[in-house]
């Protein structure tokens, strides 16, 4: 076992002595809109007890991205933030081999809920990876696209 791994799983550390700042990020004009407090309070994360929620109702194949909020906060997980992305954009090595897993085909796209930004535009997004051509991307999403099967977020189990 490495230092960041035990017998239960692979405990990632969450540098929070520095926010994560969107304009040195992606670029001027972006700024936070909201967080998930709870989130905001792990220094750590155990990546084995991370899950994944398409919040997708019997039925449904696509969700907006305002409904699918709405919906995460209703269940109450901790919706993981955007320093716990830029963590794992910065230590690729640390991302799951798990998380670069197609659904149905498709590429998967990992959100990172738990922050929501305002782009220089003024629009709602928020920022994912995901795995494409053997490498790891990001980017971001306007939360008044759809999101399909294949646009999870990763959530906490609330404790």
């Known amino acids: 076992l490495n230092d960041n791994e035990t017998p239960q799983g692979r405990i990632i550390p969450i540098d929070r002595s520095k926010g994560f700042d969107p304009v040195a990020f992606i670029g001027s004009g972006w700024s936070i809109e909201e967080q998930d407090e709870r989130s905001l309070s792990l ?12 919040m997708l109702k019997d039925g449904e194949t696509r969700v907006g991205g305002e409904e699918k909020l709405k919906r995460l906060k209703a269940r109450g997980n901790i919706r993981l933030d955007a320093k716990v992305f830029q963590t794992l954009w910065e230590n690729k090595n640390l991302i ?31 920022l994912f990876l995901f795995w494409s051509d053997g490498e790891w991307y990001w980017s971001f999403s306007w939360l008044v696209n759809g999101w399909s099967a294949n646009y999870p977020s990763v959530v906490l189990a609330s404790s």
């Open 43 to 54: 220094t750590e994360i155990d990546l084995n007890k991370v899950r994944f929620e398409t």
């Open 96 to 126: 799951p081999e798990s998380w670069k897993e197609k659904i149905n085909g498709n590429i998967r796209f990992i959100y990172f809920d738990g922050t929501v930004l305002r782009s220089p535009d003024g629009d709602r997004c928020v």
